[in-house]
């Protein structure tokens, strides 16, 4: 059973950057693509970032230029960094495998205040 977990959210004024990193465990995590999600009350959770085993990278439109996702397979973790931060970019994110999810982490608070 793999368990992720997200860390790196905080509170932050529009323009700030923040790093968020998720750690996977108990399972092989290098074969897999990962995804980094948001998700805000009401809404549907949004696909932001992805990144391939190979690490070919996709984003969301409206985060293309100010966030990169990355990846280091020999410590199971895969982060993103987000600059310049908007307002619109408040979020809960998590992390998952590309296609077929794993149990979801309880994610981390990311709040930008204008």
């Known amino acids: 059973q793999v368990q992720l977990v997200e860390s790196g959210g905080g509170l932050v004024q529009a323009g700030d950057s923040l790093r968020l990193s998720c750690a996977a465990s108990?399972?092989?995590?290098?074969?897999?693509?990962m995804d980094w999600y948001r998700q805000v009350p009401g809404k549907q959770r949004e696909l932001v970032a992805s990144?391939?085993?190979?690490?070919?990278?996709n984003y969301l439109d409206s985060v293309k230029g100010r966030f990169t996702i990355s990846r280091d397979n020999a410590k199971k973790t895969v982060f993103l960094q987000m600059n310049s931060l908007r307002p619109e970019d408040t979020a809960v994110y998590y992390c998952?495998?590309?296609?077929?999810?794993?149990?979801w982490g309880q994610g981390t608070q990311v709040t930008v205040s204008s």
């Open positions: 998952n495998r590309g296609g077929e999810v794993w149990a």
């Open positions: 990144i391939s085993s190979i690490g070919r990278t």
């Open positions: 108990g399972h092989t995590f290098a074969n897999y693509a």
